[in-house]
């Protein structure tokens, strides 16, 4: 195993927690570490969302470096609370706060901060990748404010659902699913509103949408959890069965086969019936892989992404009749290669960079290459068809407002996949 | 009332002594290039971002290795947002490279791992000329002697192992990392290989990182007056380019913030004189021209070229100057393009309203004071709550910033425009100016800034019903 890393296949894990706060209402990342540590993720998500987002950091200089950064994070609470009134902050640690050692938790401890909540987020960047930052924080989140005042009745018909590193689209499909459903819902870090925030005038201080604190409080009396990335919070979702006792399930609706278990486990939790709405959703997907069998079938297909994602991809391009001969995962993890060897009889790249990808794909010769906007390197070099998905995608427009979730979202994936190889080898190709 | 606190900064009186009104019967200028008040919604970037985002990173035929955790490689992978071009593209800022450091490394330190990540590396890339090594925070803290490895390396693979100490607590903003990197390729690369031959008309171009491509459209001008260009610092650069840097007869600096240091190392060791230039807008480069022509004795060859480049953008710059006249901006730039821009802006009709700069110093904002009009706002580090509180109360008719700003702007239904990338460039000199004022154009007059509707606001603060 190389010592370096080309092309990275993940980022590191503050950028993770970020993404999670970005979900809650009124929320404040703050991060416990230098300055380029959250000038430089704000610009991914800029670049991905095109929309604005604010991080605060605690700017940590050389003296901070040599006697720790605790004083410097008081004060950091204490600007972000008179500058913005949050109603919650979220202390995001980087590798250099965490190799300093500073006792955030002492830290917080002992200040004052009103009506603002201050949950501490523990993201060395030397452990982990992008997915378990986002896991780490949901764990957090719930593990601090969960059934907290849970003291008026109702809510016990409701389901949580933990998104994972998902696009704002995809957050959509699933609660149009739930809607259609009847099933009273929290969707614990939602982006759908505000990392896709209207223009109208005047703007308001924080985005609108997003999972408030009362949610997040009463989350607790839900009947289960759902994580739709088990690797992205599924700790949350293990934590909130095991504390209070609710059903947990991890499936990522993506394809036929996710989307109906996603179904089944809903009705599991709540005793609900899938409508005909959803039966006629289903029908359409159908329908729309039927008239596009001739086109994938045979197909060989690359897929990278985060590992719920890779993998929930490969099975929807197997219904396709594809053939998924490489499938990578950004975070390396027992899991995912087991869950991977059920799928494919062919390379699995768990954790590795991108380089090794391009090696992968040079000597097994997909046709079709799934992955984010530094996939198209190879997919250029390459000549495959490409089909953008996953986390950083800044090379087109749109992509983080169509879902690729539920029996919808199944339909746009098939339609991009088959324009892409309609594209590449033509009608007869 | 010169200084001036803005009302999101009530509760951070300090914030007041860098936000400043120009007054001319005063001499005060804001404080500035100095540490971030801690919890900041700052737009600054690190130390890191200064020397391998800005001034390393364009060197075009070299392996940029980071040596750290994860993201710091990946953040600046393919330029990060800033648009190098080069014409080695099949391998510079295509490919990233970082020690990707563990927990384990991180205790029991990351010499090894550096040591096999350079030399697997160029395994990988035998056609590189060097190898330049950044450390990030982490490293700072456990203490790895890149320099050591860095040489151990360079014996024995053959080609410069450049070591950077640019780790991200260091300093209060990107600055202290272009310092850093000015120091480096001085003490490591100048120097270090003669040309094949020299001519009277060598000169360099310190301190234009060739966004969308400024130098393309830079360079061409000076060789047409008979100059040789023997390096440019670092855009488009090759390694070996900088090492011949120390044998041209002239210096022409243009980002005066990231580069007077190595103008002022190479003066001292060598001898060699600098000039300082805007290539922005007609007066200023037409200026810049002169200068490095009287430098040189080509007076009669730069007028020639001035009265073409100028009849050739002229007449369409001044349709422009009719469209635009009387237009309002706001400039938040780095730092010497707030100044640069100010007059350049003038030429096409556009006044400057407010100007701000990221990790400007003390001579940046006596510049912008002696180019702006009196009661121009001008603020030091303004973070995005001070940012807003400007544009909505400021209105300006355009926004110039970067891309962590564009959003902000748009959300605020605030005409803006790239000014670190550029919309569609090159912007520098004559041609360029023209593809600036064809962006401002665009900018100012889609009609989508007409169709923005304003909602109604409750009680709760909550948005409600929309009215035209």
Redesign the interface.
């Given at each position: 195993m190389?010592?370096?890393?080309?092309?990275?296949a993940?980022?590191?894990q503050?950028?993770g927690a970020m993404y999670a706060l970005f979900g809650i209402h009124a929320a404040a990342p703050?991060v416990h570490?230098?300055?380029?540590?959250?000038?430089?993720?704000?610009?991914?998500f800029?670049?991905h969302f095109?929309?604005?987002v604010?991080?605060?950091?605690?700017?940590?200089?050389?003296d901070?470096?040599v006697f720790g950064g605790a004083e410097?994070?008081v004060?950091?609470?204490?600007?972000?609370i008179?500058?913005?009134h949050p109603d919650l902050i979220g202390v995001i640690t980087?590798?250099?706060s965490e190799?300093?050692g500073d006792d955030i938790e002492g830290a917080i401890r002992g200040g004052d901060f009103g009506k603002s909540k201050v949950i501490p987020i523990h993201t060395?960047?030397?452990?982990g990748?992008h997915v378990t930052g986002y896991d780490n924080a949901l764990k957090s989140l719930v593990a601090d404010l969960s059934g907290n005042s849970a003291s008026e009745d109702g809510g016990e018909d409701r389901v949580n659902i933990i998104p994972g590193m998902i696009n704002p689209g995809d957050v959509c499909e699933v609660k149009h699913i739930l809607d259609l459903m009847r099933v009273p819902h929290t969707v614990i870090s939602d982006i759908s509103e505000t990392l896709d925030?209207p223009?109208?005038?005047?703007?308001?201080?924080f985005p609108?949408g997003g999972t408030s604190i009362d949610e997040l409080v009463n989350s607790a009396k839900a009947c289960g959890v759902i994580s739709l990335c088990d690797h992205a919070g599924g700790t949350a979702a293990k934590f909130l069965s095991g504390k209070y006792g609710m059903t947990a399930d991890s499936v990522c609706p993506v394809g036929v086969v996710n989307t109906d278990r996603f179904l089944d486990s809903l009705c599991n939790m709540t005793g609900v019936e899938v409508p005909y709405s959803l039966e006629k959703e289903r029908g359409r997907l159908i329908d729309a892989m039927v008239d596009v069998h001739q086109y994938t079938y045979g197909k060989r297909a690359a897929i990278y992404g985060d590992p719920d994602i890779s993998l929930a991809i490969a099975e929807f391009v197997s219904e396709l009749g594809m053939d998924p001969v490489i499938i990578s995962s950004s975070t390396a993890s027992g899991k995912f290669l087991r869950r991977a060897k059920g799928i494919t009889d062919g390379e699995i790249l768990n954790g590795r960079d991108l380089?090794e990808l391009q090696l992968a794909v040079e000597m097994v010769c997909p046709e079709i290459l799934f992955g984010n906007t530094?996939c198209k390197?190879i997919a250029d070099k390459e000549k495959l068809a490409f089909i953008r998905c996953g986390f950083p995608v800044s090379d087109r427009i749109g992509y983080q407002r169509h879902g690729i979730t539920g029996y919808r979202g199944g339909i746009y994936l098939a339609d991009l996949i088959t324009n892409a190889i309609l594209d590449r080898y033509g009608q007869h190709g | 009332m010169p200084l001036r606190l803005l009302d999101?900064d009530r509760?951070?009186p300090e914030r007041g002594k860098h936000t400043y009104i120009k007054d001319s019967s005063e001499d005060i200028l804001p404080l500035s290039n100095i540490?971030?008040?801690?919890?900041?919604?700052?737009?600054?970037?690190?130390?890191?971002?200064g020397c391998m985002g800005v001034v390393g990173g364009p060197v075009k035929d070299v392996i940029h290795?980071v040596h750290?955790?994860?993201?710091?490689?990946?953040?600046?992978?393919?330029g990060?947002?800033r648009p190098n071009l080069s014409d080695n593209s099949n391998f510079h800022r295509?490919?990233?490279?970082?020690?990707?450091?563990?927990?384990d490394?991180?205790i029991f330190g990351g010499e090894d791992?550096l040591y096999?990540?350079?030399i697997?590396?160029y395994e990988?890339f035998p056609e590189v000329r060097g190898v330049f090594v950044y450390a990030?925070?982490?490293i700072?803290?456990?203490g790895d002697d890149i320099g050591a490895v860095c040489r151990r390396a360079e014996n024995e693979i053959g080609i410069r192992v450049v070591p950077f100490n640019c780790?991200?607590?260091?300093?209060?903003?990107q600055s202290l990392g272009h310092h850093i990197a000015n120091d480096v390729l001085f003490e490591y690369v100048v120097g270090t290989k003669e040309p094949e031959y020299t001519t009277d008309f060598d000169m360099n171009i310190i301190g234009d990182y060739n966004i969308q491509g400024d130098l393309w459209v830079i360079k061409p001008l000076f060789e047409r007056m008979g100059i040789r260009i023997l390096c440019t610092f670092t855009g488009n650069s090759s390694i070996d380019e900088i090492a011949q840097a120390h044998r041209a007869k002239l210096n022409l600096m243009h980002c005066q913030r990231s580069t007077p240091y190595i103008c002022e190392l190479i003066k001292k060791k060598y001898g060699i004189p600098y000039i300082r230039a805007s290539l922005f807008g007609i007066e200023q480069t037409s200026k810049a021209l002169r200068d490095v022509a009287t430098f040189f004795g080509l007076e009669d060859k730069a007028e020639e070229i001035i009265d073409d480049e100028i009849s050739k953008v002229a007449p369409e710059i001044e349709e422009y100057r009719k469209k635009f006249e009387g237009k309002r901006i706001f400039i938040y730039q780095g730092a010497p393009r707030a100044w640069h821009w100010v007059k350049m802006f003038r030429e096409m009709g556009i006044e400057t309203i407010a100007a701000a700069t990221t990790f400007g110093h003390e001579e940046d904002y006596a510049k912008i004071c002696e180019r702006v009009k009196d009661g121009t706002i001008i603020i030091d580090n303004p973070?995005?709550?001070e940012l807003?509180e400007i544009l909505i109360e400021l209105k300006p008719d355009i926004f110039v910033s970067g891309?962590?700003e564009?959003?902000?702007s748009?959300?605020?239904?605030i005409p803006f425009m790239n000014g670190h990338a550029y919309e569609k460039g090159p912007c520098a000199v004559y041609s360029g100016f023209l593809n600036f004022a064809r962006d401002i154009e665009k900018t100012l007059f889609s009609p989508i800034w007409g169709m923005?509707?304003?909602?109604d606001?409750n009680s709760h603060?909550?948005?409600g019903r929309?009215e035209a």
């Open positions: 190389r010592s370096v890393t080309i092309n990275p993940k980022m590191c503050p950028i703050l570490g230098s300055q380029g540590c959250a000038a430089y993720p704000m610009r991914m800029n670049r095109r929309e604005p604010q991080v605060a950091v605690s700017a940590l200089g050389e901070a470096a410097n994070l004060a950091s609470i204490e600007n972000v008179a500058r913005r980087t590798c250099l190799t300093i060395p960047s030397y452990v990748s925030a223009l109208i005038l005047p703007k308001p201080p609108e380089y530094h390197l | 999101c509760s951070i540490q971030t008040t801690p919890g900041d919604f700052t737009e600054r970037g690190c130390t890191y971002a290795l750290g955790p994860i993201g710091c490689a990946y953040w600046t992978w393919g990060g947002t295509k490919y990233c490279f970082s020690t990707d450091m563990q927990e490394n991180i791992r096999k990540s350079i697997e590396a990988a990030t925070c982490a700072g803290l456990i780790e991200g607590f260091r300093g209060c903003s973070n995005s709550v807003e891309l962590k564009k959003y902000l748009y959300k605020l239904g923005i509707k304003k909602g606001v603060g909550e948005l929309c």
